[in-house]
């Protein structure tokens, strides 16, 4: 990526995306994942244009997990697509339900990627009353494990 003097590949893809979103962004345009916008047509380009089929599996099984493990959520302006988004469970959008759940959720701290030098704990019990009321109790706890310096680049 000849604008932002890099070249990416798989060996150092999350170390040199991470410096360019948390570092060396321009601070005066303030879109610091324009890189990831960027990009983002490029690997469609070369990944659509490929005829190597165990790639295009391998992508496709990456792309598949994704979705699964909630790493990829997804959101449309096209209310039909919308749909199909939702009823599949890709959006991330907080469901209605009858019941009671309970949804973590991690941000990064002004963009650093914090969630990856924090060490986090949930424990949950559950306990019936004799009156049959149930009480649920959730511990959620939050290790640094390493400090984060957002002028090396990263986490040290």
Known sequence: MA???VTLDADNFIEKTQYEVEVDYDK????????????A???LDKLFSSRDLPTLQKTLSAFSEGLAEKHILMYSTN????????SQRWSGEILNTSRDYLSVINTNINGYKTDGVIDEKIEH???IENDGSVIDTVIITGIIMEAINPTSGGTR
């Open 3 to 5: 604008e932002y003097e």
């Open 28 to 39: 005066k345009e303030n879109k610091p994942k324009k890189i990831l916008s960027d990009l």
């Open 79 to 86: 209310k039909d697509l919308q749909k199909i988004i939702s």
């Open 41 to 43: 047509p490029l690997v």
């Open 125 to 127: 019990t559950t306990s």
